[in-house]
Protein backbone atom coordinates (compact mmCIF):
# COMPACT_ATOMS: atom_id res chain seq x y z
CA UNK A 1 0.00 0.00 0.00
CA UNK A 2 3.18 2.58 -0.06
CA UNK A 3 1.89 3.49 -3.35
CA UNK A 4 -0.99 5.39 -1.78
CA UNK A 5 1.23 7.21 0.84
CA UNK A 6 2.14 10.17 -0.75
CA UNK A 7 -1.94 11.04 -1.23
CA UNK A 8 -2.17 11.20 2.47
CA UNK A 9 -0.31 14.56 2.56
CA UNK A 10 -3.06 15.91 -0.10
CA UNK A 11 -5.91 18.17 1.99
CA UNK A 12 -8.10 17.30 -0.96
CA UNK A 13 -7.52 13.69 -1.52
CA UNK A 14 -10.16 11.63 0.69
CA UNK A 15 -8.54 8.30 0.24
CA UNK A 16 -9.95 4.63 1.13
CA UNK A 17 -9.47 1.11 1.06
CA UNK A 18 -11.43 -0.93 -0.33
CA UNK A 19 -11.77 -4.68 0.35
CA UNK A 20 -15.89 -4.78 -0.96
CA UNK A 21 -17.69 -4.54 -4.00
CA UNK A 22 -20.33 -2.65 -1.65
CA UNK A 23 -17.79 -0.28 -0.18
CA UNK A 24 -16.81 0.81 -3.55
CA UNK A 25 -18.82 3.58 -4.47
CA UNK A 26 -18.37 5.79 -7.59
CA UNK A 27 -14.60 7.45 -6.85
CA UNK A 28 -13.13 10.04 -8.95
CA UNK A 29 -10.16 7.76 -9.57
CA UNK A 30 -9.73 3.96 -8.26
CA UNK A 31 -6.15 2.82 -8.09
CA UNK A 32 -5.48 -0.86 -8.21
CA UNK A 33 -2.01 -1.80 -6.22
CA UNK A 34 0.86 -4.19 -6.99
CA UNK A 35 0.25 -7.19 -5.65
CA UNK A 36 2.56 -10.08 -4.70
CA UNK A 37 0.26 -12.51 -6.30
CA UNK A 38 -1.23 -10.80 -9.18
CA UNK A 39 -3.46 -14.19 -10.35
CA UNK A 40 -4.60 -14.89 -6.96
CA UNK A 41 -5.34 -11.20 -6.58
CA UNK A 42 -7.49 -11.27 -9.61
CA UNK A 43 -9.22 -14.29 -8.40
CA UNK A 44 -10.42 -12.71 -5.32
CA UNK A 45 -11.41 -9.49 -7.51
CA UNK A 46 -13.62 -11.45 -9.27
CA UNK A 47 -15.24 -13.82 -6.61
CA UNK A 48 -15.80 -10.93 -4.57
CA UNK A 49 -17.83 -8.93 -7.14
CA UNK A 50 -15.30 -6.24 -7.14
CA UNK A 51 -13.92 -6.94 -10.90
CA UNK A 52 -17.37 -6.31 -11.90
CA UNK A 53 -18.08 -3.29 -9.91
CA UNK A 54 -14.73 -1.82 -11.68
CA UNK A 55 -15.93 -2.84 -14.99
CA UNK A 56 -18.74 -1.16 -14.44
CA UNK A 57 -17.59 2.38 -13.21
CA UNK A 58 -14.62 2.12 -16.07
CA UNK A 59 -17.79 1.90 -18.77
CA UNK A 60 -19.58 4.99 -17.17
CA UNK A 61 -16.55 7.15 -17.70
CA UNK A 62 -16.47 8.82 -14.64
CA UNK A 63 -13.92 7.20 -12.51
CA UNK A 64 -10.10 7.35 -13.68
CA UNK A 65 -8.99 3.90 -13.44
CA UNK A 66 -5.12 2.98 -12.48
CA UNK A 67 -2.91 0.03 -12.27
CA UNK A 68 0.30 -0.68 -10.39
CA UNK A 69 2.34 -3.16 -11.50
CA UNK A 70 0.49 -5.94 -10.55
CA UNK A 71 -2.89 -3.54 -11.21
CA UNK A 72 -1.49 -3.08 -14.16
CA UNK A 73 -1.50 -6.37 -15.23
CA UNK A 74 -5.17 -7.65 -13.62
CA UNK A 75 -6.80 -4.47 -15.89
CA UNK A 76 -5.44 -5.74 -19.12
CA UNK A 77 -6.65 -8.66 -21.04
CA UNK A 78 -4.92 -11.48 -19.84
CA UNK A 79 -2.55 -12.52 -18.02
CA UNK A 80 -0.63 -15.96 -19.06
CA UNK A 81 1.84 -17.99 -16.57
CA UNK A 82 3.28 -20.46 -18.23
CA UNK A 83 6.20 -21.23 -16.09
CA UNK A 84 4.01 -21.45 -13.13
CA UNK A 85 5.50 -18.44 -11.52
CA UNK A 86 2.28 -17.68 -9.73
CA UNK A 87 -0.47 -20.43 -10.57
CA UNK A 88 -0.84 -23.93 -12.03
CA UNK A 89 -3.69 -22.72 -13.80
CA UNK A 90 -1.54 -21.13 -16.63
CA UNK A 91 -3.15 -17.73 -16.48
CA UNK A 92 -6.36 -15.96 -16.48
CA UNK A 93 -8.27 -13.51 -18.58
CA UNK A 94 -7.61 -9.94 -17.01
CA UNK A 95 -10.99 -7.07 -16.71
CA UNK A 96 -9.97 -6.28 -20.10
CA UNK A 97 -9.53 -2.66 -19.58
CA UNK A 98 -6.65 -2.09 -21.16
CA UNK A 99 -5.60 -3.86 -24.57
CA UNK A 100 -2.57 -5.52 -22.81
CA UNK A 101 -1.33 -8.83 -22.54
CA UNK A 102 0.97 -10.37 -19.91
CA UNK A 103 3.38 -12.92 -19.65
CA UNK A 104 4.85 -14.26 -16.47
CA UNK A 105 8.21 -14.90 -16.67
CA UNK A 106 11.00 -16.86 -14.05
CA UNK A 107 13.40 -13.39 -14.33
CA UNK A 108 11.94 -10.78 -12.40
CA UNK A 109 12.88 -7.38 -12.91
CA UNK A 110 14.58 -5.15 -10.55
CA UNK A 111 15.08 -1.96 -11.17
CA UNK A 112 15.19 2.01 -10.33
CA UNK A 113 13.48 3.99 -13.10
CA UNK A 114 12.76 7.67 -14.04
CA UNK A 115 10.36 8.32 -16.87
CA UNK A 116 8.65 11.23 -18.58
CA UNK A 117 4.70 11.05 -18.28
CA UNK A 118 3.72 11.71 -21.85
CA UNK A 119 -0.04 13.74 -21.58
CA UNK A 120 1.97 16.10 -19.03
CA UNK A 121 5.77 16.15 -20.07
CA UNK A 122 6.31 15.88 -16.17
CA UNK A 123 9.35 13.58 -14.70
CA UNK A 124 8.46 10.73 -12.33
CA UNK A 125 10.56 8.21 -10.54
CA UNK A 126 10.13 4.84 -9.05
CA UNK A 127 11.39 1.30 -9.05
CA UNK A 128 10.34 -2.10 -10.87
CA UNK A 129 10.01 -5.00 -9.08
CA UNK A 130 8.16 -7.54 -11.58
CA UNK A 131 7.97 -11.20 -12.86
CA UNK A 132 5.92 -10.28 -16.10
CA UNK A 133 6.22 -8.61 -19.59
CA UNK A 134 3.33 -6.71 -20.72
CA UNK A 135 2.73 -5.69 -24.69
CA UNK A 136 -0.15 -4.33 -26.53
CA UNK A 137 -1.70 -3.67 -29.72
CA UNK A 138 -2.72 -0.24 -29.34
CA UNK A 139 -2.67 0.82 -25.86
CA UNK A 140 -0.66 4.31 -25.94
CA UNK A 141 3.09 5.04 -24.18
CA UNK A 142 1.98 6.38 -20.73
CA UNK A 143 5.45 6.55 -18.58
CA UNK A 144 8.90 6.63 -21.26
CA UNK A 145 12.11 5.81 -19.81
CA UNK A 146 14.99 7.61 -21.37
CA UNK A 147 16.22 4.34 -22.71
CA UNK A 148 12.68 4.54 -24.97
CA UNK A 149 11.44 1.93 -22.69
CA UNK A 150 7.52 1.94 -21.76
CA UNK A 151 6.75 1.22 -18.43
CA UNK A 152 3.33 2.42 -18.66
CA UNK A 153 0.48 2.57 -21.13
CA UNK A 154 -2.80 3.77 -21.25
CA UNK A 155 -6.57 4.04 -23.41
CA UNK A 156 -6.72 6.92 -25.76
CA UNK A 157 -8.77 8.87 -23.45
CA UNK A 158 -6.27 8.49 -20.88
CA UNK A 159 -9.14 7.13 -18.27
CA UNK A 160 -7.43 3.87 -18.24
CA UNK A 161 -4.02 3.51 -17.94
CA UNK A 162 -1.09 1.33 -15.91
CA UNK A 163 2.66 1.35 -14.84
CA UNK A 164 5.36 -0.72 -13.98
CA UNK A 165 6.47 2.22 -11.33
CA UNK A 166 5.97 1.47 -7.83
CA UNK A 167 6.11 4.85 -6.31
CA UNK A 168 4.92 7.22 -9.63
CA UNK A 169 2.89 9.52 -6.95
CA UNK A 170 5.47 10.25 -5.09
CA UNK A 171 6.64 12.88 -7.66
CA UNK A 172 4.39 15.90 -6.10
CA UNK A 173 4.04 17.80 -9.89
CA UNK A 174 2.62 15.04 -11.42
CA UNK A 175 0.72 13.39 -8.12
CA UNK A 176 -0.90 16.99 -8.10
CA UNK A 177 -1.72 16.84 -12.01
CA UNK A 178 -3.29 13.65 -11.57
CA UNK A 179 -5.77 14.76 -8.50
CA UNK A 180 -6.34 18.09 -10.49
CA UNK A 181 -7.77 16.21 -13.71
Known amino acids: F ?6 RREPDVHLRIVRSAAELGSPDALILPGSKNTLGDLDYLKRSGLATRIMQLAAAGRTEVAGICGGFQM ?3 EIRDPASIESAAGGAAGLGLLDVQTVMLPEKTLLRSRARHAPSGLDVHGYEIHHGQTTTASALALFVRADGESVGLTTADGRTWGTYLHGVFDADEFRRW ?3 R
Open 2 to 7: TDFDAF
Open 75 to 77: IGR
Open 178 to 180: FID
